[in-house]
């Protein structure tokens, strides 16, 4: 008789190691933790060093080349430095807070991608006021050196500013309550439609079925 094609049943029994098998991995060593911390401490004291000089770079150059456009603009007159000063004020603060409205109201659509963009809109627009802050308020010799140029060639120019700013706050928030307002309306108009799409369905059934 010849032997049954299943194998033998003993070897079921006894089930041979596959040398073959790759060996199961080692638990990482107390040593290989420390190597691996160490490197992603280096990589952090690299990005932090890395970051301190690129902001004492910008922050000694960026205001100091600031008020030069400015002062480049103005021309040392002062109806200028007035008009420039207002005009970059108002649409440098206006434009950003609507777009954070925007932003808030577009969330949650879309895995949030709507609301990025508009607060990376927000940011890019409030580069003006935020380069001319930096030399309203700063204390590098770049910002001593704009506040010269702008008192000498910009006349005007920050105190207008100032006002430009105040003046997009007071319009900013009028415009975010009537964004409110209007998405609010909408809100109550759904669920308005919806209930009375609820009551004729609820109307009809009791027609039909007295």
């Not at 992603?40 to 770079?57: C, P, S, W």
């Not at 927000?122 to 010269?148: D, E, F």
Request: charged share 20%; hydrophobic share 50%; glycine share 8%.
């Amino acid at each position: 008789m010849s032997p049954d094609k299943h194998g033998d049943p003993a070897e079921f029994n006894n089930p041979q190691l596959d040398v073959d098998a790759p060996a199961p991995p080692a638990g990482e060593s107390f040593g290989d933790k420390v190597n691996r911390f160490a490197r992603k401490f280096a990589i952090i004291l690299v990005a932090i060093g890395l970051a301190v000089i690129t902001y004492f770079i910008l922050a000694n150059f960026l205001p100091q080349w600031w008020a030069q456009r400015i002062a480049n603009r103005v021309e040392g007159k002062f109806s200028s430095g007035i008009w420039s000063g207002l005009t970059l004020g108002f649409i440098c603060t206006l434009l950003p807070i609507v777009f954070v409205a925007l932003a808030v109201v577009n969330r949650k659509k879309l895995k949030n991608i709507p609301s990025l963009g508009f607060v990376l809109l927000a940011v890019i627009t409030a580069i003006p006021n935020l380069l001319t802050l930096s030399i309203v308020v700063g204390r590098t010799s770049g910002a001593y050196r704009g506040q010269n140029i702008l008192d000498i060639s910009a006349p005007g120019f920050r105190g207008a500013g100032l006002w430009g700013t105040i003046i997009a706050v007071i319009v900013g928030v009028i415009v975010c309550y009537y964004i409110w307002r209007f998405r609010r309306r909408g809100r109550d108009l759904r669920k308005a439609k919806a209930t009375n799409a609820e009551l004729s369905a609820a109307q009809q059934d009791s027609d039909e079925n007295p």
